[in-house]
């Protein structure tokens, strides 16, 4: 099997400087799905020199925003025309269900259709009032320049969309370093924008790992801001590294997420039903590789038995396997180090006190095929503290622990209490104790009866070390942007501040 070129510099694909090479392996059978060019420092200042001519000298800082949004919208219509082969590769390199890569690409597509209509629905600037009507004076809104994107594996395609498409709708140019595990979509990204018309040298790739390629594209003094989603020490390291060049710093760093549940949403059979359902979708889709993961469910004592064999018979249940296969539910975790993260985690927690009610081992070798995949139960683990290392750490694996509360103060310090902030959901009968609870969680996106559902219109984001500023939404273009107050005198004359 030969390399893929996928180093994309300046309107040219080609492989490592070095000539190295990486294998990614599809996570179900643990077999090599692809080779990709390994590229070092060598090939990120490439990218980077390319990316600061481009927009230095280049057109597409001056492009008309009609134009830029044209793009966005064309590179909609292509994702779409690719939706199943991109969904295909997005399976397969990720192990999620082929049903689950075919939502990514169709959420992908509104999120640039999104900053495609908002970009050229602004207007030029926002006038201020200077007191004086011979002063003319106006905020108008900049490219920051040349914007370094490093993106993770757990959702490539879609996290490479809540970065690329903002920075070249606000006019930017940039290097982008997809995880060196699911690089495959976002190389397939590339080419739709070249394919779409983007100059060359706008939009640069570089396949690779963290160190050198995110660490050079981190402290590069050429780049103007850098952008990273992935785990927190990774994302302590990014900001370490950007501050002697003081650029600007993006940071979607996880999340520890609650999902609260009063006995009150559980009165009815429906409601029942509801609850234990949305508490499986919201720990195990992707095989809870989810920065979102609902992987803290905290429920009232009252109802605590009875929705706690539910959730476990029904989590004995969901069908492991191929995520192209028909009928599977959850894939495999993505890669041997990620299977391993999980069974460290149920081992500590054992040893910690909490029960295990279901999973908490890999499947046996007749009971899933193919047999050779990264692939763990579904995993809950009862009597769970705040003092566990699997309650208090982001195990990004099918792992639910379960708390439990008596008042909605107790419940409200039970979700706050975590470094994170990123997600959080509340499920409860009562209009009024929904909407006290949700103002009291300290999290950026508060679901209330619902879990896991976000719009590009709205911001993402979280509070404490889930991170620093906002994707989506307005703020989603802003993070893109310098803001600049022009201020022009429409009549000067001298102000003989000084005598002579």
Not at 73 to 80: E, G, I, K, S
């Amino acid at each position: 099997m030969s390399a893929m070129q996928t180093i994309h510099v300046d309107g040219v694909w080609r492989g490592a400087a070095s000539g190295a090479s990486r294998e990614v392996l599809d996570p179900a059978d643990a077999k090599t799905l692809a080779l990709v060019a390994e590229g070092g420092a060598e090939d990120t200042d490439a990218a980077i020199a390319a990316a600061r001519r481009a927009f230095d000298s280049g057109p597409w800082p001056q492009t008309p925003v009609a134009e830029r949004s044209a793009l966005l919208r064309r590179v909609a219509d292509l994702l779409q025309r690719d939706r199943e082969d991109i969904a295909l590769t997005e399976s397969r390199d990720t192990g999620k269900t082929l049903e689950e890569g075919r939502v990514d690409v169709d959420d992908v597509t509104n999120a640039f259709r999104y900053f495609a209509d908002l970009v050229v629905n602004e207007s030029g600037g926002r006038v201020v009032d200077a007191g004086s009507p011979e002063v003319h004076s106006v905020v108008v809104h900049e490219p920051v320049g040349v914007c370094a994107l490093i993106t993770p594996w757990n959702y490539p395609l879609l996290q490479a969309s809540w970065k690329v498409a903002p920075a070249l709708a606000a006019g930017n140019t940039l290097v982008i370093k997809p995880s060196e595990v699911t690089p495959l979509s976002t190389v397939h990204l590339v080419k739709l924008l070249v394919e779409a018309g983007l100059p060359d040298g706008v939009a640069n790739l570089v396949t690779g790992a963290g160190d050198p390629v995110g660490a050079r594209m981190s402290d590069h003094p050429g780049v103007d801001l850098v952008s990273f989603t992935g785990g927190l020490a990774s994302g302590t390291k990014v900001m370490q590294a950007a501050a002697p060049t003081v650029k600007k710093v993006a940071l979607e760093l996880g999340g520890k997420n609650p999902n609260v549940v009063f006995a009150d949403a559980c009165e009815t059979e429906e409601g029942f039903d509801t609850a234990v359902d949305q508490a499986l979708n919201a720990a195990f889709i992707h095989s809870g590789q989810v920065c979102s993961a609902g992987a803290r469910l905290i429920i009232e004592e009252s109802v605590r038995d009875r929705f706690i064999a539910e959730l476990a018979k029904r989590a004995e249940k969901i069908r492991l396997g191929r995520g192209t296969e028909d009928g599977v539910e959850c894939g495999p975790l993505v890669s041997a180090q990620q299977l391993a993260k999980t069974e460290s985690y149920v081992r500590s927690a054992r040893e910690e006190g909490a029960v295990v009610r279901c999973g908490g081992t890999r499947p046996e070798p007749s009971e899933i095929r193919p047999a050779t995949g990264f692939f763990y139960m579904p995993t809950v683990l009862d009597y769970c503290h705040g003092d566990m290392r699997v309650v208090r750490e982001e195990t990004f694996g099918p792992i639910l622990t379960v708390e439990t509360f008596h008042t909605e103060d107790d419940a409200v310090a039970l979700a706050n209490d975590t470094e994170y902030g990123l997600a959080g959901a509340v499920w409860t009968s009562d209009a009024g104790r929904a909407r006290r609870v949700a103002g009291r969680l300290r999290h950026g996106t508060v679901w209330i009866n619902d879990f896991h559902p976000y719009l590009p219109q709205a911001e993402w984001g979280g509070f404490g070390k889930s991170g620093i500023g906002r994707e989506l939404g307005p703020s989603g273009l802003a993070e893109y942007r310098e803001s600049k107050h022009v201020y022009q005198n429409l009549n000067p004359r001298p102000v003989r501040w000084f005598a002579g």
